[in-house]
């Protein structure tokens, strides 16, 4: 790790606000609504279970962003800023156990830092320099730097190792969190489904593949059903 999760963070929420503030410009933010609450709603109970995995979540400034446009894509940044575009969520007609599976899953990837090791990862490479001092420079600087650091942090695709990682643990916080953990098997159903002969979105353009991704989660299932069972069920929650 050659930046500290600190700085990780502070680029995030740099290019987390430059986002929101587009959004906003355009007229695409989604900050009340049915969706909008659905969302926080399971926003707020995935969160409240990431303690079992970090201490420090509880520090994190989380926050949540929706985004009118009909784009198959989802992502958590660094310190817990969630964003969800709404295409995602029709395109798929996603029930509340399937928002709360991806949404697990790209949270995983925050809590295990997975952005910051291949920023990391970047910068060992010399493939990014100089990220941190054009970050502290005027306004314009630090955008653009932050920007270039969520490239890396967002958007190149991880490694089968942490892919597979962010699915066991996105499993396990959905099933604490009272949602069905078989939704993230439907999720990758519908996804094969709709993107067949197509590239997949960006957030799941990665290996494994959907169908060994299927494979390796149905072996997961049973070492969290049993949290599933105990859980505390969302009220009116829409099941698969």
């Known amino acids: 790790m050659l930046i500290s999760s600190g700085e990780v963070d502070r680029l995030s929420a740099i290019s987390y606000n430059d986002q929101y503030q587009r959004a906003k410009e355009k007229q695409i933010l989604v900050t009340s609504g049915p969706d909008y609450d659905r969302l926080k709603v399971i926003s707020n109970r995935l ?18 962003t929706l985004i009118n446009a009909p784009i198959l894509n989802a992502s958590c940044a660094p310190g817990g800023k969630i964003t969800f575009y709404t295409g995602l969520i029709d395109q798929l007609n996603l029930s509340d156990d399937e928002v709360a599976a991806i949404m697990g899953h790209e949270i995983a990837h925050a809590l295990r830092e997975h952005g910051r090791e291949r920023l990391s990862q970047a910068i060992a490479q010399n493939a990014v320099t100089n990220i941190a001092l054009a970050a502290a420079g005027g306004y314009g600087s630090a955008i653009n730097a932050a920007n270039q650091a969520a490239q890396y942090i967002l958007v190149l695709p991880n490694s089968r190792q942490n892919e597979s990682e962010a699915d066991a643990i996105g499993l396990e916080l959905a099933a604490r969190a009272g949602y069905n ?55 009116g929650k829409k099941s698969s």
């Open 47 to 64: 969160i409240a279970q990431t303690g079992v995995f970090r201490d420090d979540t509880r520090q994190w400034k989380w926050q949540l």
């Open 181 to 235: 953990p078989q939704a993230a098997i439907s999720v990758w159903q519908k996804m094969i489904k709709a993107t067949k002969g197509k590239s997949p979105p960006e957030f799941l353009s990665t290996h494994p593949s959907g169908e060994t991704r299927i494979e390796q989660l149905s072996e997961l299932l049973p070492v969290v059903q049993p949290l599933y069972k105990e859980a505390v069920k969302p009220l």
